[in-house]
């Protein structure tokens, strides 16, 4: 079964450090895509960026790009995303998911990890 | 850059047909997907390819997507299928995400 099991729920003050992973298992973590999501508290979906773990090929939307990092370790299967100064406008819960299609980057998700929630509060 | 828009809410009694609508430039020559999220829950997919169903979902579940306009059809609605809706598609460079339906069955 293929699988995508996020790290927990961090509660955060601006200004500070964050990187919430994202780990699979089921299938070959290098052969596919990994996305990550964000959705604000009481809001739609919105496409960061995906990262291919076989290169660390990495694509980030202009909406995102400079403000996150996203990573992968192939030896234990984990996609990573990073702030290195996070702001209360970070607060959101963040999903990382794959694409259905092996080794292509824009198609569909077929699966979802359970959301990490982010908190940032002075 | 390209957008897509849904209506916000759509209200539907038990065991009539719902019809979401996802409207975006040209958006027949892309393929469209769709999303169901229930509060609490992450995204689940439910049509992809503009009209396929993922195993385990619901035969009630169709889509259509023609000119700039792609629809989600629920058929028989029932109380479970109360959720928000987000259509997706995307390009050589961008994915990109409907503003999301909120789908009331009353």
């Known amino acids: 079964e293929v699988q995508l099991v996020q790290s927990g729920a961090e509660v955060k003050k601006p200004g500070e450090s964050l990187k919430i992973s994202c780990k699979s298992s089921?299938?070959?973590?290098?052969?596919?895509?990994i996305g990550w999501v964000r959705q604000m508290p009481g809001k739609g979906l919105e496409w960061m960026g995906i990262?291919?773990?076989?290169?660390?090929?990495?694509r980030y939307s202009p909406s995102f790009q400079g403000q996150v990092t996203m990573s992968a370790d192939k030896s234990i299967n984990t996609a990573y995303l990073q702030w290195s100064s996070l702001k209360a406008s970070d607060a959101a819960i963040y999903y990382c998911a794959r694409p259905a299609i092996a080794a292509a980057a824009y198609n569909w998700f077929d699966t979802w990890g359970q959301g990490t929630l982010v908190t940032v509060s002075s | 850059s390209y957008e897509l828009t849904q209506p916000p809410s759509v209200s539907v009694s038990p065991g009539q047909t719902a019809s979401i609508t996802c409207s975006g430039d040209k958006l027949g020559h892309k393929y469209v997907c769709w999303y169901q999220q229930k509060p609490g829950q992450s995204p689940v997919l439910v049509i992809y390819?503009?009209?396929k169903r993922p195993s385990g979902i619901p035969e009630r579940f169709s889509g259509s997507n023609s000119g700039n306009t792609a629809t989600l059809t629920i058929s028989g609605t029932q109380a479970m299928d109360e959720a928000d809706y987000y259509c997706q598609a995307w390009d050589s460079t961008t994915y990109v995400f409907g503003t999301g339906t909120k789908v009331t069955v009353l």
């Open positions: 390819q503009d009209t």
């Open positions: 089921g299938y070959n973590f290098t052969s596919y895509w």
């Open positions: 990262i291919y773990p076989g290169d660390s090929d990495t």
